[in-house]
């Protein structure tokens, strides 16, 4: 989905806590991909205008989990290290963000050059639920 | 477009592509035999026992509505409306007890009633028996997936519905008198179960109103970094809705660990043992009490 | 703005009422900051009961209100942190430190009136 204003903002949120629930993910870890989706999406429309967010489920192998994919064409990030390092202190950087979502979601994957944009992609995969067959 | 339905095209004595009026030719066929062949294949459902734990009347309704779906899935070649019916089916029937091999088995003789039925119609031209296949088949099996995966999602979605509320019930969190919550934790710790024990406290705090939680954990041998991590969320977390945490029971064993861990236990209150703590959140409590309301007295606990 | 502000006894009561964006952030926090000094309230609840997500910009603006009414002399107390938020929030590291936090509105006053 397009992410221009902060109400797509709104709307992505909700689209992936609904979509983590379907793929099976609890009330709980629904809310952690709902708000590292808020972080995300801010970066996005703060720091490049607007960008896009692919929310979609993801197997691999026995686990399955949501996949966020979210892209923008602006400035980039120049020194990623410097941002992910200490950041966070640094309260309105894109450092927050990211370092909010790297706490909330279990993998994530961020490529950025600068000048050319920036993807950020975090997947939160279900708990240690074995589906071992109760019902026989 | 619907794309799965194209006949191949062959330059025939038919001229152009007719796939799409085959098809209708074939939809209209098919509706109206349907009394027909409703009932011919509820027969043939009994016949395999299969939905044994449904009665006759509801293997017809279910039949009928099935039936149309899958029509109508034909004619559309979209498979989404069937896929919400199939869902829809499925969390009726899985408690019940109907199994997937039966769900499977009773799709795929659908399949086969409306198959001979083509056959039978169009047996005459073989050449237009092939064109009808052609479109006939893949639509029936793609309908025939869908129905079958939604099915299994569903049952997985309850297997795992079902064992949290198992892994709920042996992890309770007590409420012992107002405003207080004891969560006696026994047993080793780990991260899957701190993390639902954390939810189950937190909405403990908000069902019960808990102003203090006592967490005993004299039950747990040792604890590790993940888990230690839980811990203190969980007491951050409690503090955001304005409860405070008291652990009793700390080993020297796992306040070594923490204190190995970087925990910052000066945020978290520790007392010795449970009755302590218990004391400790009463005397919080009554104070917090005495403080309020002018006027207002609380008979003392 | 999907918030209601009111006013009771010598507090302000604002209400969140649905998932706000960052823009109706901004406007809480103005407003909030404007009705302590045009009531010389000396305290404020802010009842977030129905935000289903606190992210970082929420959090800093409600220290902000927190800061600057504590200038102000009003103290500022958030209510109705949702289980799952709380959670988020204390994963995330946001923690609210510089402002008191309270389960719900009667929660909320009691710590004020104390």
Redesign the interface.
């Known amino acids: 989905m397009q992410i221009a204003s902060d109400s797509d903002t709104v709307v992505a949120r909700q689209a992936g806590r609904d979509a983590a629930l379907r793929v099976?993910l609890?009330r709980?870890e629904a809310t952690f991909v709902a708000t590292a989706i808020s972080e995300i999406a801010r970066n996005i429309t703060v720091h490049a205008g607007r960008g896009e967010i692919l929310i979609r489920a993801r197997t691999e192998g026995e686990r399955t989990g949501l996949l966020v994919v979210a892209t923008d064409e602006g400035p980039g990030i120049a020194d990623l290290n410097a941002v992910l390092r200490d950041d966070y202190t640094s309260q309105a950087g894109l450092g927050v963000g990211l370092w909010g979502a790297r706490k909330l979601m279990d993998e994530i994957t961020i490529t950025s050059e600068s000048g050319k944009g920036t993807t950020v992609s975090m997947t939160k995969w279900?708990?240690?639920?074995?589906?071992?067959?109760?019902?026989g | 477009m619907i794309e799965d339905f194209d006949a191949t095209t062959e330059s025939g004595p038919q001229g152009p592509d007719v796939g799409p009026a085959l098809l209708g030719e074939l939809v209209a066929h098919l509706r109206k035999v349907r009394p027909a062949l409703r009932e011919e294949w509820t027969r043939r459902i009994t016949d395999a026992q299969l939905l044994s734990v449904m009665t006759p009347e509801e293997i017809f309704s279910e039949v009928t509505a099935v039936y149309d779906n899958y029509v109508d899935a034909l004619e559309t070649g979209s498979v989404e409306a069937l896929e919400a019916y199939a869902k829809n089916l499925s969390e009726r029937i899985?408690p019940r007890g109907v199994e997937t091999h039966e769900v499977l088995g009773v799709v795929l003789l659908l399949r086969d009633v409306l198959a001979r039925s083509l056959f039978e119609k169009y047996q005459n031209d073989s050449h237009l028996l092939n064109r009808v296949l052609d479109a006939y088949e893949p639509a029936a099996n793609r309908i025939a997936v869908t129905v079958g995966v939604s099915f299994v999602q569903e049952?997985?979605?309850?297997?795992?519905q079902?064992?949290?509320a198992i892994r709920e019930l042996s992890t309770p969190v007590l409420k012992v008198r107002d405003q207080l919550l004891i969560l006696p934790i026994i047993g080793a710790l780990?991260?899957?179960r701190a993390?639902q024990l954390?939810?189950q406290l937190?909405?403990g705090?908000?069902e019960n109103?808990?102003?203090v939680v006592v967490i005993d954990i004299t039950g747990v041998p040792a604890i590790d970094m993940p888990v230690a991590d839980h811990l203190v969320?969980?007491v951050?977390?409690?503090?955001?809705?304005?409860?405070r945490v008291i652990i009793t029971g700390l080993s020297a064993e796992i306040a070594q660990t923490l204190v190995n861990l970087g925990v910052d236990l000066s945020m978290m209150q520790s007392v010795g043992d449970l009755q302590g703590g218990i004391e400790e959140a009463e005397r919080q409590l009554s104070y917090?009490v005495t403080?309020?309301?002018e006027g207002v007295r609380e008979p003392e606990a | 703005m999907p918030v209601s502000i009111l006013k009771q006894r010598e507090y302000l009561i604002a209400s969140v009422q649905s998932a706000l964006t960052d823009t109706e952030v901004i406007e809480l926090r103005d407003a909030l900051l404007s009705e302590v000094a045009k009531h010389r309230a000396r305290g404020v609840i802010v009842d977030v009961a129905a935000l289903d997500v606190i992210d970082s910009f929420v959090s800093r603006s409600l220290s902000t209100v927190a800061r600057t009414n504590r200038l102000r002399g009003a103290k500022t107390v958030v209510?109705g942190?949702?289980?799952?938020v709380?959670?988020a929030?204390?994963?995330f590291g946001l923690?609210?430190d510089s402002i008191d936090?309270?389960?719900?509105l009667e929660?909320g006053l009691?710590?004020l009136?104390?």
Not at chain 2, 236 to 241: D, K, P, T, Y
């Open positions: 099976g609890s709980t279900c708990g240690p639920n074995e589906v071992t067959g109760l019902l | 899985i049952r997985e979605r309850i297997i795992r079902q064992q949290l780990d991260t899957g993390r954390t939810e937190l909405h705090i908000r109103r808990a102003k969320q969980a951050r977390a409690s503090g955001l809705m304005g409860a917090a403080r309020t309301a | 209510v942190i949702q289980p799952d709380a959670a929030m204390s994963q923690t609210l936090t309270a389960l719900d929660a009691e710590l009136d104390g």
